[in-house]
């Protein structure tokens, strides 16, 4: 989808955030099938997922305006380094946070709502694989992206 992509043009034109989640010039963000294994594999990695999308609601209905909602899922084996992500994952965002529009990749956003970036903890009851295996950390940035079509 054309709004997706222009998220992870947002992101990857952020030169602090994209020296964070790349190798070799190849960007490490990815929709919610993120390569497991091999050099794309690798972490730290931004995940992103589309929980919902539609139409804007207003209190006197429908206002036409598509509205996305995105979490953007800052792994890394290293919790410090998951929580750095996060935080520049949410500046960055945040710079859209007020009435554009703003053209990206052809789309026209009209603004990112970005909320508390927040740690998904492993559930304690899930045995680890192995005895040294580390946890890998997740810290959540939710949004809400407003465009045009």
Excluded at 3 to 32: C, M, N, Q, W, Y
Excluded at 43 to 65: C, K, M, N, T, W
Aim: charged content about 30%.
């Amino acid at each position: 989808m054309a709004i997706e992509h222009a998220l992870v043009t947002i992101l990857k034109t952020d030169a602090a955030l994209a020296a964070l989640v790349s190798t070799d010039g190849k960007l490490r963000v990815f929709d919610s099938d993120a390569p497991q294994e091999g050099e794309l594999g690798a972490f730290p990695r931004i995940v992103y997922e589309v929980l919902s999308s539609g139409a804007a609601q207003s209190h006197d209905g429908d206002d036409g305006a598509p509205v996305m909602e995105v979490d953007f899922d800052c792994q890394s084996y290293d919790k410090a380094e998951s929580r750095d992500l996060a935080d520049k994952v949410a500046t960055r965002l945040r710079e859209y946070d007020t009435y554009g529009p703003y053209t990206v990749e052809g789309i026209s956003i009209h603004s990112i709502d970005t909320g508390e970036p927040a740690d998904l903890e492993r559930d304690e009851t899930d045995p680890p694989e192995s005895a040294g295996e580390v946890p890998l950390r997740h810290r959540i940035v939710p949004a809400l992206v407003r465009y045009y079509r």
